[in-house]
């Protein structure tokens, strides 16, 4: 190979020592990897989180310690590229979070080396702090109306309107327990109720909140393509912000039939675990804003060649990042936001103090708006002491089933 060094050769003494999972559940159960270098204090931190499946996740995490332990830990690229290619069956939730936790960390490594936050090794900011969207929920209407005030009086301008009740079963709709649906609510899920009611919050919301407001709503996925073209122009004389996921992942190649019938910008994408079917969603132009989970498909690394993508395209970006986002994940998305033109939007939440107890150094939302840590690398830690004293949550099966049914008792699958 002549005199040149291979990606895998050594240049200087620095060497990843570790690769660990760390598993954490001050909100709801959070995984996060730890690469751990032979620096004294020089580590990296990454979002590794499919709450549903942690204990995969950090299986996972085990199998590709051996793949990159010894290596230099500036080789961001050919190493995630290795682990990716290196279990011939690629991609999935619970692969592609193992990876997506190594690569975050090497990004925090090579921030913390170089002594400046990750936005500047993407090419420095475009903008001075991130807008969010936060969610107001309710189990009626009026409790809905009253939520997003409140969230608009604290400085928000972006807010997601979610009402449950009878018909309207929808996870992130409260007045249920948990959160999540009856299984089965008494009358069903009942679809015509729903593309009826629908139109009606947001009528009753643009009256009275008024137009400095953008509105945002998610489908949940629960909708044919042509159901979604239905209520997409119910939804036009109240100018939506977008509509997201109007359909299920399995209908994605209906998503341009979709787009193009909708008068309301369409976001879809955090069920998708495959980099390239990002991408074909972006060219292929089923949506406007390019809504991803970023842990989901490999980490910072694949997320920011699909931001370019959108610049290229005029997609812009709307990270998913509601409470199964570790602070890490957060950051990540952060980073991405102040650093592209092709921003749309930042989904929010708002962390329990404990969340900050135990990642301190993560940013707080202000104004509805939220600046990242300038600190090196994420300019985020763990304490690994207090994380140790928020075990993960053990759910049922039931906890993570379909919970909504129609009335003849089968399962709506979203």
Known sequence: MGDFLPPWAPRDGLRITGVRPIVTAPDVTLVVVRVDTNEPGLYGLGCATFTQRFEAVAAAVEHLAELVVGRHPGDIEDMTRMVHLSGYWRNGPVLNNALSGLDMALWDILGKRLGVPVYELLGGRVRG?????????G???????????ALMDEGYRYIRLQTGGPGLGTYAAPGTPGGYPLAPYPDGWDVQHYLAATPELFARARAELGTEVSLLHDVHSRLTPKQAIALCRALEPYRLFFVEDP???EHYDRLPEVREASPVPIAAGEQIVSVAEAARLVTRGGVDLLRLHISAIGGLTPARKLTALCELTGTQTAWHSPADVSPIGLAANLALDMTTPAFGIQEGHLYPDVVHEVFPGMPRPRDGYVEPSHEPGWGIDLDEALAAKYPPKKYGHERWAAHVRRPDGAIEAP
């Open 247 to 249: 359909v299920a992942p």
């Open 139 to 149: 189990a009626t209407v009026d409790d809905t109306i009253a939520h997003a005030r």
């Open 129 to 137: 702090a991130v807008p969010l969207y936060l969610h107001a929920n």
